[in-house]
């Protein structure tokens, strides 16, 4: 079984910057794509952001040169930098992994505030 540890989450002015990190651990053999989504309260979840095992990135168009997102093969983690922080940003953030061609995992959950 694989766990997945998140932080970085907190408060933080509009126009401020939050890091994420979500290392993985447990019983991998290897990890597909990681990602990160948030859910606002009221709103459905929705993906953020997305980097394959290749280094291929995607990102939500609302996000878009504002947030990048990286992983450390070596230490089965993923990073979301988020710059430029907006109020509607406000959200729990998950990560979430793909792993062992077949499954997935989410992380606990961690809350970004933007406000002044």
């Known amino acids: 079984q694989v766990q997945l540890v998140e932080s970085g989450g907190g408060l933080v002015q509009p126009g401020g910057s939050l890091r994420l990190s979500c290392a993985a651990s447990?019983?991998?053999?290897?990890?597909?794509?990681m990602g990160w989504y948030r859910q606002a309260p009221g709103k459905e979840r929705e993906l953020v952001a997305a980097?394959?095992?290749?280094?291929?990135?995607n990102y939500a168009d609302s996000v878009q040169g504002r947030f990048t997102i990286s992983r450390d093969n070596a230490r089965n983690t993923v990073y979301l930098q988020m710059n430029s922080l907006k109020p509607e940003d406000t959200a729990v953030y998950y990560c979430?992994?793909?792993?062992?061609?077949?499954?997935?995992?989410w992380g606990q959950g961690t809350l970004v505030t933007v406000s002044s």
């Open positions: 979430n992994v793909r792993y062992n061609r077949f499954s997935e995992a």
């Open positions: 980097i394959s095992s290749g280094g291929t990135t």
């Open positions: 447990g019983t991998i053999f290897s990890i597909n794509a």
